[in-house]
C-alpha cells in the first residue's frame, strides 16, 4: 500500500520561509517522479514543482519559480519543497504526488498517488 504524508506546513509571515517533506512508503521502486501542488480556498488544484526520479530534472510553475526548490533523497524515500519568500498568495493546501511514469506532467490526473496535503498560510 502506497502512503504519501506530508509535514512542515504552518503559518509564516510574507517574507517568510518554510520546508515541506513528503515521505514516501510502498513504493515498489524509486523511479517514480514526484510533484508538489496546491489548492487555496474556492480555486482548482495547480502545480506547483515537479521533480525526476532521478533528481536530475526539476520544473516549476511560473509563479513560484526562483523562490521554491524541489528536492528527493531517494535513500530516505521523501522529496523536499523549500519555500521562500513567501507571499501571502501561496496561502493553499499542499500536497504530493507520485507519477510512475518518467515524462515530465504538470496534470495532477498524471499522477497515481497523492498525500493528504499540508496547510500553509502566509500572512501579509
Known amino acids: 500500500q502506497v502512503q504519501l504524508v506530508e509535514s512542515g506546513g504552518g503559518l509564516v509571515q510574507a517574507g517568510g520561509s518554510l520546508r515541506l517533506s513528503c515521505a514516501a512508503s510502498?513504493?515498489?521502486?524509486?523511479?517514480?517522479?514526484m510533484g508538489w501542488f496546491r489548492q487555496a480556498p474556492g480555486k482548482e488544484r495547480e502545480f506547483v514543482a515537479y521533480?525526476?526520479?532521478?533528481?536530475?530534472?526539476?520544473y516549476y510553475a511560473d509563479s513560484v519559480k526562483g523562490r521554491f526548490t524541489i528536492s528527493r533523497d531517494n535513500a530516505k524515500n521523501t522529496v523536499a519543497l523549500q519555500m521562500n519568500s513567501l507571499k501571502p498568495e501561496d496561502t493553499a493546501v499542499y500536497s504530493c504526488?507520485?507519477?510512475?511514469?518518467?515524462?515530465?506532467?504538470?496534470?495532477?490526473?498524471?499522477?497515481?498517488?497523492w498525500g493528504q496535503g499540508t496547510q500553509v498560510t502566509v500572512s501579509s
Open positions: 504526488a507520485a507519477r510512475a511514469r518518467i515524462t515530465l506532467s504538470m496534470d495532477p490526473g498524471a499522477y497515481d498517488y
Open positions: 510502498g513504493l515498489t521502486d524509486d523511479t517514480y517522479a
Open positions: 521533480i525526476s526520479w532521478s533528481g536530475v530534472t526539476t
